[in-house]
């Protein structure tokens, strides 16, 4: 079975620096999709980023990018410019095409805390 | 276009009372996604209906929930009796298939249910 690990449970960051949140997933297959999800204290989770294991260049959406070292399964996010309204937790979770796979697999979460 | 709809947002019950949430997905998902999520926890899944059968609910306990999905649409998530480890946060998501779109999955805002 797929797991998905985030071995921070929290992290805080000054506001306009850099923080980056750690993920690691195991799997065996050699297609899959990865994501980092936003949870603020609304509940609902936003999707930040993806990432296609099939591609090698790291996604980028504005301020968010990911670190995809696909041998080392390792998926980092890192928040450029950080904001307030960045305080949420994070969520990395891994999704697969076959099996128990194709269902959203999630890590226990990183909260990150901005400091003004 | 509109978003996942949950209700009810809040909801507080005694052990042993029955419980129920209400999921519409966005129009077009073929794939409906029910999640717990226990306070600090990543979400859990916990059923998986592709239009209107039941894809996986090998996570569910299914001596206490029940699930069902409409003419695969609106889906229903019952609890029957309710114990105070049922207290969560109970989190709809749909998506498209398999390599349509972005794969990724659309959430609602949750149902948080306190069990005293």
């Known amino acids: 079975a797929q797991t998905v690990t985030q071995s921070q449970p929290e992290m805080s960051v000054q506001e306009a620096e850099t923080v980056t949140l750690s993920c690691t997933y195991d799997?065996?297959?050699?297609?899959?999709?990865l994501f980092w999800y936003k949870q603020p204290p609304s509940r609902q989770m936003i999707l930040v980023i993806r990432?296609?294991?099939?591609?090698?260049q790291n996604a980028t959406e504005n301020r968010f990018s990911v670190n995809f070292q696909k041998a080392a399964k390792s998926f980092s996010l890192k928040i450029s410019d950080s904001q307030l309204g960045d305080a949420a937790m994070y969520f990395c979770?891994?999704?697969?095409?076959?099996?128990?796979?194709?269902?959203?697999?999630f890590g226990s979460g990183t909260q990150l805390t901005v400091l003004p | 276009e509109a978003g996942v709809a949950q209700s009810p947002r809040y909801k507080i019950i005694e052990k042993r009372q029955s419980v129920a949430f209400w999921c519409n997905p966005i129009?077009?998902?073929?794939?409906l996604y029910w999640y717990q999520q226990i306070l600090g926890q990543g979400p859990k899944l916990l059923i998986q209906?592709?239009?209107?059968?039941?894809?996986?609910d090998s996570q569910l306990p299914k001596d206490r929930f029940s699930a069902e999905r409409l003419k695969g649409v609106d889906s229903t998530l019952k609890i029957q009796p309710a114990k105070l480890e049922d207290s969560a946060v109970y989190l709809c998501?749909?998506?498209?298939?398999?390599?349509?779109?972005?794969?990724?999955?659309?959430f609602g805002s949750g149902t948080r249910l306190t069990v005293v």
């Open positions: 998501a749909s998506s498209l298939a398999p390599r349509q779109g972005n794969y990724g999955y659309t």
């Open positions: 799997t065996s297959e050699s297609d899959y999709y």
């Open positions: 990432q296609e294991a099939y591609k090698q």
């Open positions: 979770a891994y999704r697969g095409f076959s099996g128990s796979a194709r269902q959203l697999t």
């Open positions: 129009s077009g998902h073929a794939t």
């Open positions: 209906f592709q239009n209107n059968g039941v894809v996986d």
